[in-house]
């Protein structure tokens, strides 16, 4: 009872009572409710910053889930560090941050860890399940936010409920990493000597967004796949690596006469290092397509639920005319679609060009340049 009084009343209070100090011109937080250590954008930010010939002093106040327990010192720091620098990054939703008053000449920038646009979330869920209350303050305190391409800036600005103006088409920093060819062969290198099953064979890796209403009851229907199927089919040719969402912890274990076919990546945290070692992309609704389309290569989107999702979380886009692929509703469609090779990557081009106004490299420098050196 009184850690949740502290934790609410006891943290505004402490946050206005440090607003009264004076603000650190050269101080930046990098907070997260949704990692615990310096990954994604953070990471690339940050790298950033340590190159840029002006010095700034950092606070890192990492946890890995919103359920996460906060230390009273946590807390106090936290209110501390929220009020006095000049620069508070966040990468995903951070319920503390919400109910302040971001004082003059400070920002508040969310380095959201997503690309593009695709399914709704935030403001535009209004009225649907999972969605927030009209009258919510999540997210709506931002200074700046980025995105990708300015094609998509009103949808973050509807999601968020900030004016399109906060709403800044750098491109997103962890993307950097598709432009460089070395970091993309040194990476390959160091999975294909850690895990030698992936060479030989061509891989194809199966991430699918989360099913629920939000965090807390995040699941996927796993008996959508037919293992036997998918087995018999693709064995000689292809390894399957399966990549749940974060929010998924119904991991599934994969049945012993299958254990050189299925593999159960869910745990490695970066999902970009495996794109680079995937031949084909088995995707629905994850925003991983974004990134993936920077390569060049092939994605299936296998969609059963289809008609069902678009009812319960519905897109920004039309979803049938959006996905840079073919759509594969059964195990069959999607074994025909991958032996057959009917990858409709013509579609990838246009794709990219309207989610993407930068195909530099160059995201992490725009963010440090604009939204903070400049500032």
């Not at 990492?62 to 508070?88: P, Q, V």
């Not at 399109?164 to 920093?173: L, Q, Y």
């Not at 629920?212 to 087995?231: C, F, M, R, S, V």
């Amino acid at each position: 009872m009184f850690y949740r009084l502290f934790y609410t009343k006891g943290f505004r209070l402490l946050y206005k009572m440090f607003c009264l100090m004076p603000l650190d011109t050269r101080k930046i937080i990098f907070a997260s409710d949704s990692r615990t250590d310096m990954s994604g954008n953070f990471q690339f930010v940050y790298n950033e910053l340590l190159n840029s010939k002006k010095k700034y002093k950092y606070q890192f106040m990492l946890k890995g889930g919103t359920a996460a327990r906060k230390s009273y010192k946590e807390i106090i720091l936290l209110a501390y560090h929220l009020a006095t620098s000049k620069f508070i990054l966040l990468d995903d939703f951070y319920p503390m941050v919400y109910p302040l008053r971001i004082r003059q000449g400070a920002e508040l920038v969310q380095l959201w860890h997503a690309v593009g646009a695709f399914k709704t979330f935030g403001y535009s869920r209004v009225g649907l399940p999972g969605g927030p209350s009209a009258d919510s303050l999540n997210h709506r305190n931002y200074t700046k936010a980025i995105v990708s391409s300015r094609n998509v800036a009103e949808h973050y600005a509807e999601g968020f409920g900030i004016s399109i103006d906060k709403v800044v088409a750098t491109g997103i920093p962890r993307t950097d990493i598709f432009f460089d060819e070395l970091h993309k062969k040194r990476t390959r290198e160091r999975l294909y000597e850690k895990y030698p099953f992936l060479k030989g064979k061509k891989v194809i890796m199966f991430a699918p967004t989360f099913r629920g209403p939000g965090q807390q009851t995040a699941y996927y229907p796993i008996e959508e796949l037919n293992l036997d199927k998918l087995y018999d089919a693709l064995k000689d040719d292809y390894v399957f690596l399966v990549k749940m969402h974060p929010f998924v912890k119904n991991f599934w274990n994969v049945p012993d006469e299958y254990s050189k076919f299925f593999y159960d990546f869910s745990s490695y945290r970066e999902i970009n290092d495996l794109l680079f070692i995937t031949d084909i992309l088995v995707t629905d609704y994850s925003s991983v397509c974004f990134e993936f389309a920077l390569l060049n290569k092939p994605m299936v989107f296998f969609a059963p639920d289809v008609e069902e999702y678009i009812a319960s979380r519905d897109f920004y886009y039309n979803y049938f005319s959006f996905i840079p692929g073919p759509l594969a509703r059964t195990d069959e469609e999607l074994i025909s679609i991958i032996t057959e090779e009917n990858f409709e990557e013509q579609k990838l081009q246009s794709f990219i060009e309207y989610f993407y106004d930068h195909l530099d490299g160059k995201s992490s420098e725009r963010v440090v340049n604009s939204l903070i050196i400049n500032k």
